[in-house]
């Protein structure tokens, strides 16, 4: 009741006002990233890439990424989308019967817990990085794929509306759901 509540985003604030949290006690402090932004534009692959880069679990909405992926894929079938972070065995492979069920394997690639390195190597080739999460507190990853001159495409939630800047840094979708992502 009397603690003091920290959040990087205005929209989180907003949330934490509404369950019952007094606006005094919130805090807005923007996170910073550690990467210096890219001065010029990586070489972006050859094929359309899209990335995931998360934690694999259902709330970050990968299942959401991957059935938005079969809608672009469809129109662009050369496309391919790498996910990256690490999960539970038993729900990577729900995942991969999710692709299967969509002949994607081919085009989806998923490459585990990658290092610091690889991570910001892979923003800066791909085109773009979807994130479809249900909720973030602040989208720390859509700032790092800026920062590597890759825009987001991300559901209209809190935390994520605060870290893009619609049309500009990449798009809010009108409606949180897979064939607009797509």
């Not at 369950?19 to 359309?48: D, H, W």
């Not at 791909?126 to 859509?142: D, F, I, N, P, Q």
Request: aromatic letters at 8%; glycine letters at 8%; charged letters at 25%.
């Amino acid at each position: 009741k009397n603690s003091i509540f920290w959040t990087g985003a205005p929209s989180t604030k907003d949330d934490l006002i509404r369950m019952g949290v007094s606006k005094s006690r919130c805090i807005v402090i923007p996170n910073p990233i550690a990467y210096k932004p890219v001065i010029t534009l990586p070489q972006k692959e050859k094929y359309p890439t899209f990335l995931f880069v998360s934690r694999v679990v259902k709330m970050k909405g990968i299942e959401e990424v991957i059935k938005s992926f079969a809608f672009i894929h469809k129109e662009k079938p050369t496309s391919r989308l790498w996910i990256a972070g690490g999960g539970e065995e038993s729900y990577i492979r729900k995942l991969q019967q999710l692709i299967q069920s969509y002949s994607l394997e081919q085009a989806v690639q998923f490459l585990g817990y990658v290092s610091e390195k690889e991570k910001l190597e892979r923003m800066g080739r791909a085109h773009v990085l979807l994130h479809a999460s249900v909720k973030e507190g602040w989208g720390l990853v859509v700032m790092e794929a800026a920062s590597q001159g890759t825009p987001a495409v991300v559901y209209n939630v809190s935390g994520l509306k605060d870290a893009v800047i619609h049309e500009k840094t990449g798009l809010l979708v009108n409606e949180n759901s897979p064939p607009a992502m797509a």
